[in-house]
């Protein structure tokens, strides 16, 4: 493990829960039960209620409509409930060993997927969400003796059940220590695997949470047509170091009017920090 302390970070042989060195080694894990029924009736009702009463935006994720209207952001501020949840301790102590106990929440997203698979037949390609953050060549493998380092951590608070026909989520375990993105030409395969290893699949009951570091290769496994969708909220915490991105850079920034209209062009605008939409505040 990595320990943070006054913004440095230390080696450290901490008692730590098991789910945070299984987060560590394998790139993702899950927690059973974090919350009970009643809590995530009272959740779902309150994000069904933002679904009602805030309109979905149209981020660049939102190829169309119906993509954009999966999504709400910025949760905290729209659900008493939400910024109530992704402060647990059950998330906190896994996550906190890992990230710090400075650690911050960079997005906060509930995403609902719809029944059925018209929307997304064959899932989501493999992907990463961040990095790699130690970027390395094809066989320069992790050195085994030192703690691999984790920015940001997304967690998924599942409000309904997921099982293998609603197209889980599925991580290849260790991958995000290879220092590189999925290889493209394989984006789609089912049957992808790393260092021997093939996909796992997130099989969860509402109340359930699943934690994957942002550089695990990741995806949506294809839905089939009796698939119930998917409703969760999304959050990720990262490090100190990470900027949050729960609002566009457009309208949280430090710039003032007077500076951004000095700006020449766009490099002199994101050197500023207005940035073009990621994938996590997208």
Request: hydrophobic share 40%; glycine share 6%; aromatic share 8%.
């Amino acid at each position: 493990m990595i320990e943070r302390v006054d913004s440095l970070n230390y080696p450290s042989d901490a008692v730590v829960p098991e789910a945070a060195t299984t987060l560590e080694r394998e790139g993702h894990c899950v927690l059973r039960s974090v919350f009970s029924p009643a809590e995530i009736d009272a959740l779902r009702a309150e994000i069904l209620d933002v679904y009602a009463r805030v309109p979905a935006e149209m981020r660049q994720s939102a190829i169309t409509p119906e993509v954009g209207e999966m999504y709400r952001y910025w949760m905290f501020h729209h659900s008493p409930l939400c910024q109530r949840a992704i402060a647990r301790r059950e998330i906190l102590d896994v996550l906190e060993p890992l990230l710090g106990g400075d650690c911050h929440v960079i997005a906060c997203t509930s995403w609902r997927n719809p029944p059925g698979n018209a929307l997304t037949p064959n899932g989501l390609q493999w992907h990463v969400d961040g990095g790699p953050h130690v970027p390395r060549n094809e066989g320069a493998a992790w050195p085994a003796h030192i703690a691999y380092p984790v920015f940001v951590v997304a967690v998924h608070i599942h409000l309904q059940d997921v099982t293998a026909a609603d197209g889980p989520t599925a991580c290849i375990p260790g991958s995000h220590t290879s220092g590189r993105v999925p290889p493209f030409e394989r984006r789609w395969d089912l049957d992808l695997e790393y260092a021997g290893r093939g996909a796992v699949q997130h099989l969860v009951r509402a109340g359930d949470v699943d934690c994957r570091v942002s550089d695990v290769w990741h995806r949506r496994w294809p839905p089939t047509p009796e698939a119930k969708g998917r409703f969760f909220l999304q959050t990720n915490y990262a490090r100190r170091d990470i900027a949050q991105r729960v609002l566009p850079t457009e309208q949280v920034n430090h710039a003032s009017p007077e500076s951004l209209a000095r700006a020449r062009d766009d490099r002199e605008r994101r050197l500023l920090g207005l940035h073009p939409q990621g994938y996590f505040d997208a």
